[in-house]
């Protein structure tokens, strides 16, 4: 991966867990209760409240140090698809869900590509690559 392409990766990884792991944080410091309760009047299960609070949460912290950055942001992109659905697509684009589009935008592009530069991934990545020429 070029040099420049690894950077921008890595700050988008980076922000991408920063603003997910805040908003998982808010839900708690707020108060989950009140989150489940929003969840409950949209007729979402209230239990669910917690799942997502504790993927922003966790998976946030797991892309910051960037461990298991394709299946965190495959989950947020989940996270994204569900909330533009049933919460934001009727305030239409504009204030309605255009940060959402664009949340879930660099989740795939994260979910897809990778990140391995300054990533705890790349540790395991390197032993296992030391294991396959070792092998061969």
Known sequence: ???????????????????????????????????????????????????????????????????GSKIVSALLAVIMLGAIFTAKLSMGFLNGYEFDVALLAVALFIAVNGSQMWAIDSIFAGKKDQNHSQAA
């Not at 990884?13 to 989150?35: C, E, M, Q, W």
């Open 1 to 67: 991966m070029n040099n420049k392409l690894a950077w921008s990766t890595l700050i988008l990884r980076v922000v991408l867990g920063i603003t997910f792991f805040l908003h998982g944080l808010d839900k708690f410091s707020a108060g989950i209760g009140n989150t489940v309760g929003w969840f409950e009047s949209i007729g979402l299960p209230g239990s669910l409240a917690y799942a997502v609070a504790v993927i922003e949460l966790v998976g946030g912290l797991l892309l910051v140090v960037g461990l």
